[in-house]
């Protein structure tokens, strides 16, 4: 393996946890408090039958609720939980889709519709339902990493790649009708590791410029173009933005800067892989 191969392969292993520790979004804390994950027992046959049957019942309850209030919020959700414990991860597919047209604001409730699509294997609709949310909240990052991860995984960055442009481009005016709605940084950021995954090298390292250029205490796009420049066999430069980044970085991601400054291309073992991270994922994360 050449020199230059293997700072590749390195630096593709290592932006990604970059992306997913400094982008300042948790998903799962989101879903994880509003519904139950599916229970793998309850779709055991042998479960015990008592238990099932209170479950049944339960259900039945909610149900005629929304017989008269089809709308019930508590009797929706109570509905989601109880058929994912029996394993109906299908039949949760209309109460999702109920809670999500009638609470607009609260995007929770597509984001974990989006994701039982993907569950059943349908990121057709998936993508379609992160869609939607992106057109009252286009700065929504859970929505939007998702919907660029999914184009990624179906081989059209180019279609990510133009919809975090078109966020860019109407951040303006989103902001001026909601302030703060777009993060503007972090979408830089997505954007900029999609240049990266993409071999974009040049165009990676102009998004992290824009993104020091419009805040030069973000600490992120100094970590970034010096990862990258790693890549192109510029320690030197490397080194002094990543004593930059370190520098502005906030105190719990100081620990993570050091470990990837301490990643020098030269000092890593060969290796063979050439796969490409992904560039979505649940993992909780905190905000810069």
């Not at 569950?119 to 660029?148: C, F």
């Not at 970085?249 to 100081?254: E, G, L």
């Amino acid at each position: 393996m050449t020199q230059r191969t293997a700072r590749q392969w390195i630096i593709n292993g290592v932006l990604i946890v970059i992306t997913l520790s400094f982008l300042g979004v948790s998903i799962a804390p989101l879903i994880g408090g509003l519904f139950a994950p599916p229970n793998q027992q309850a779709a055991n046959p042998n479960q015990n039958t008592s238990e099932q049957e209170r479950i049944k019942i339960q259900i039945e309850g909610f149900e005629a609720v929304l017989k008269s209030d089809p709308k019930n919020q508590t009797a929706l959700i109570g509905l989601v939980n109880l058929r994912n414990q029996l394993g109906k991860v299908k039949e949760t597919i209309e109460p999702l889709q109920t809670l999500s047209d009638t609470f607009p604001d609260t995007p929770e409730y597509r984001m974990t519709l989006a994701k039982t699509y993907l569950e059943l294997k349908d990121p057709k609709n998936a993508v379609a339902e992160y869609r939607k949310i992106l057109t009252t909240k286009p700065g929504y990052i859970p929505a939007l990493q998702s919907v660029v991860g999914l184009e990624l995984n179906d081989k059209r960055p180019e279609a990510a790649i133009g919809l975090l442009q078109d966020t860019l481009k109407t951040a303006e005016t989103a902001n001026k009708i909601q302030a703060n709605s777009v993060d503007t940084g972090s979408v830089r950021w997505i954007l900029g590791e999609v240049y990266r995954q993409q071999n974009r090298l040049d165009e990676s390292i102009a998004t992290y410029d824009q993104m020091i250029k419009e805040n030069p205490k973000d600490f992120r796009p100094y970590v970034g173009k010096a990862q990258l420049r790693q890549v192109q066999g510029k320690d030197d430069e490397a080194k002094k933005l990543f004593d930059k980044g370190l520098e502005l970085a906030p105190a719990d991601f100081k620990d993570e800067v050091k470990r990837l400054a301490a990643l020098s291309p030269q000092k890593q073992p060969n290796s063979n892989s050439t796969q490409s991270p992904s560039s979505t994922s649940d993992t909780p994360t905190k905000k810069p």
